[in-house]
């Protein structure tokens, strides 16, 4: 499912796109959130476009092209996305058919979100968004059951865009009105665009939703998936191809059945796709840890060891000056003792000549 949502700010495309991405299993893109992260993340891009945004004016269409394309681009996006605030002028909308030519994955339809002016107003103004989950509500039409708490997650930062502000939001309708309105003749004239009545429950509106995506959009991938496996629908009838050449006409039953066994080889095949991921990443930590362990392994062993010949050392110097001390201390009594015998001779000799002389 290729599809972008269009419609002025506050007319429920973010919460919209948010259940849509949910139901069939595709990304949501968000220029708006995608540029507001790198506002938060303080990038370089992000300070560029902080002042712009806050004003509720546009950023350059490179800038919001480039931003978006990326994601695009990404693996996420094979099975489809809902763009959400993308294109929002001529020029985008051209980069992006062109963008999305060149992976040869064209745009299917661009869902209109018709709203009258006033409640655009007071949607706008009265948005709320979870500082912590991002959860969206609406202080007129969508409050949260307890004021001023997040229903998903609790918090109590429910807190004002600051481009949700009264002067920026007078700026971001005017850049509505002036750059975005045009695009409805855009993929009119495609015959890609359908509207949507964006007024009424939340609830009641994605059914609406659902009920375009499922006519217009689902068929179309089963088509998708026919021609995936050679088959091609030419109204009731079902052209069998092979290596380039017709060979075999099919009842519409035939190429039905064909197509429910595809999407279980397709649905097979993404199982068993994910599974061999599943293993392939337990691998990687189960190494990674098993790595973890021998380093640590390693660490203690050499800690121990240099402990170990650090005590030597002590006990070797202290076993050093222990002898030394010791060498010391007989040297010197046996100094004394020697001072002690010398002064005896000394004394036993001059008495034996005081006896001569007597
Ligand atoms: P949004 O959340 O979609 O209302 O976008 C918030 C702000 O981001 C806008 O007011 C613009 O300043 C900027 N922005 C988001 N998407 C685009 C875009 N496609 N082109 C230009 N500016 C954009």
């Not at 050499?302 to 007989?330: H, M």
């Amino acid at each position: 499912m290729r599809i972008v949502l269009l419609g002025a700010p506050g007319c429920g495309k973010g919460t919209q796109a948010k259940l849509m991405a949910e139901k069939y299993r595709v990304p949501q893109i968000s220029s708006g959130e995608l540029l507001r992260q790198a506002v938060s993340e303080k990038t370089d891009l992000g300070k560029r476009v902080e002042s712009i945004m806050a004003s509720g004016e546009l950023v350059s269409d490179d800038i919001a092209t480039d931003a978006v394309t990326e994601r695009l681009r990404s693996n996420e996006s094979k099975r489809g996305f809902v763009l959400d605030g993308f294109p929002r002028t001529i020029p985008q909308a051209q980069q992006l058919d062109t963008r999305l030519g060149w992976m040869n994955r064209p745009l299917q339809l661009a869902l209109y979100f018709s709203l009258d002016p006033a409640v655009v107003v007071k949607r706008a103004l009265g948005r709320l968004e979870c500082a912590k989950c991002g959860a969206s509500y609406n202080r007129y039409f969508s409050p949260p059951a307890k004021r001023g708490i997040c229903e998903h997650c609790g918090s109590k930062e429910l807190v004002q865009r600051p481009d949700d502000h009264q002067h920026a939001v007078r700026a971001r309708l005017d850049a509505y009105d002036r750059d975005t309105v045009p695009l409805i003749t855009y993929f009119k004239a495609q015959h890609k665009l359908r509207t949507v009545e964006g007024e009424g429950d939340i609830q009641d509106i994605f059914k609406r939703i659902c009920e375009i995506v499922d006519t217009e959009i689902r068929p179309l991938e089963t088509k998708v998936i026919a021609i995936e496996t050679g088959r091609e629908y030419r109204s009731d009838a079902v052209t069998l191809i092979s290596g380039g050449k017709v060979v075999r006409k099919d009842s519409r039953a035939d190429n039905d059945k064909a197509v429910g066994q595809a999407k279980q080889r397709l649905s097979a095949r993404d199982s068993k796709k994910a599974a061999e991921k599943k293993v392939a990443k337990k691998k990687v930590v189960k190494k990674k840890a098993a790595e973890k362990k021998v380093a640590k392994k390693k660490v203690v062993k050499k800690k121990a060891a240099e402990k170990k010949v650090a005590k030597k050392k002590v006990v070797k110097k202290k076993a050093a000056e222990k002898k030394v001390a010791k060498k010391k201390v007989v040297k010197k009594k046996a100094a004394k003792e020697k001072a002690v015998k010398t002064k005896v001779v000394v004394r036993k000799s001059a008495t034996k000549k005081r006896t001569h002389k007597g």
